[in-house]
């Protein structure tokens, strides 16, 4: 902490000292500046963004795929593994393929997709709600934080 000196000064100080005049705050008035090594500011902020990268949770969309067809067994399974992916804290999209006269029957859809997040445990978010697709619908869910 050397106070408020003139610019002309803090540069000579720091040439002195074999290091860089680093303005820290420029809007301030007067400027804040610190005498340290350039280099080593560099890697300082390289290693705090790291740090602050590695905290960050990185959510996954996962994907599911049903058909209007499906039978009960494989529903169940189908099931399991949209618990297993909401559980891991990740989203999951789940999509109903239609095929051929299937796309006829858009309530049948409906229908499916509304058991098939009736049927999963916890609180789970509706985060898109079943929309048309170019081959079935789609939907996103979330498990509630």
Same mark, same amino acid.
């Given at each position: ?14 040439k %002195?000292?074999?290091? %860089?005049?680093? /303005? ?12 340290? %090594? ?6 300082q902020?390289?290693?705090? /963004?790291?740090k ?12 599911v ?7 009960e067994n ?9 618990q ?12 109903l393929k239609?095929?051929?006269? /299937?796309?006829?029957?858009?309530d ?8 098939f997040r009736?049927?999963?445990?916890g609180?789970?978010?509706? /985060?898109?709600?079943?929309?048309r ?7 996103v869910?979330?498990?509630k934080?």
């Amino acid at each position: 902490m050397l106070g408020v000196i003139e610019t002309d000064e803090a540069l000579r100080i720091a040439k %002195d000292r074999g290091l %860089d005049l680093i /303005e820290v705050s420029p809007n301030a008035r007067p400027p804040v500046c610190r005498i340290q %090594d350039h280099g080593q500011l560099k890697y300082q902020q390289a290693k705090e /963004e790291q740090k602050q990268k590695k905290r960050q949770k990185k959510i996954d969309v996962k994907g599911v795929r049903i058909s209007m067809r499906i039978s009960e067994n494989d529903l169940k399974m189908k099931i399991n593994q949209t618990q297993k992916f909401l559980d891991g804290g990740h989203k999951v999209r789940v999509e109903l393929k239609m095929r051929g006269r /299937e796309r006829a029957h858009q309530d049948m859809a409906r229908q499916l997709m509304r058991t098939f997040r009736g049927r999963l445990e916890g609180e789970i978010l509706l /985060e898109q709600p079943p929309k048309r697709e170019r081959l079935g619908l789609g939907m996103v869910i979330a498990k509630k934080e």
